[in-house]
């Protein structure tokens, strides 16, 4: 079964760190470009950034609200893609989802609270 | 960064009657290879969204032939040929050709 499953999300105070990451399994996921998305409460969707394959550059690209804060990462030999979120603003407060461009299904997300 | 604009951003359609919503992209969505990055994602109430069509016209597995993906460079369309009452839910447009990724502001489906 094709699957995407984030953890790590949590209540941090602003300027604070954390690091989520999203198991994948059920497809080549050596292979495949992995994001990151975020919806605030009540809001549409954020693009947060994309981590290429390795066989493509591993190259990550970052939206602009997130570039210089968030880090995207990946290890294939856990099929564990991660993003390490510095510097948290309050308007960072979402549901982060992992997806891939290579199948339709998104994870469930995981919540993240950024409040003093 | 590339601004996706969609059309209506609400939309109340009776049982088994057409929907359409269109996006339109403030530049070209053409890429160097010369197809064209433009998703469509639903997000169903209470959950989480899950792609349906990739590059303008690429139905995903599982999806429905009733939806249906069309447009070039800037203009493009979502056509729900007869709605049903699982469509209900928020549409999104999204453009993976130019860097970053950007998403429309979605489209709220609902049944009369």
């Not at chain 1, 549409?44 to 990462?73: A, C, H, N, Q």
């Not at chain 2, 960064?1 to 009776?14: E, N």
Request: hydrophobic share 30%.
């Amino acid at each position: 079964e094709v699957q995407l499953v984030e953890s790590g999300g949590g209540l941090v105070k602003p300027g604070g760190s954390l690091r989520l990451s999203c198991v994948a399994s059920g497809f080549s996921f050596t292979y495949a470009w992995m994001n990151w998305v975020r919806q605030a409460p009540g809001k549409g969707l954020e693009w947060v950034g994309r981590i290429k394959s390795y066989t493509d550059g591993g190259t990550t690209d970052y939206g602009t609200p997130v570039k210089g804060r968030f880090t995207i990462s990946r290890d294939d030999s856990r099929n564990t893609v991660y993003l390490q979120m510095n510097s948290l603003q309050i308007d960072d407060t979402a549901v982060y989802f992992c997806s891939s461009d290579d199948i339709p299904t998104w994870g469930q997300g995981t919540v993240v609270t950024v409040s003093s | 960064d590339v601004v996706m604009t969609q059309s209506p951003l609400s939309l109340t359609v009776t049982l088994g009657q057409p929907a359409s919503i269109s996006c339109r992209s403030s530049q070209s969505l053409v890429f160097s290879d010369g197809n064209t990055y433009l998703n469509w994602f639903q997000q169903r109430p209470g959950q989480s969204p899950r792609r349906l069509i990739y590059k303008v016209s690429d139905r995903d597995s599982g999806v429905p032939d009733r939806f249906s993906g069309s447009g070039s460079g800037t203009d493009f369309t979502l056509k729900i040929s007869r709605v049903e009452a699982e469509d209900v839910g928020v549409y999104y447009c999204m453009q993976g050709t130019h860097r970053p990724r950007t998403f429309g502001q979605g489209t709220k489906l609902e049944i009369k």
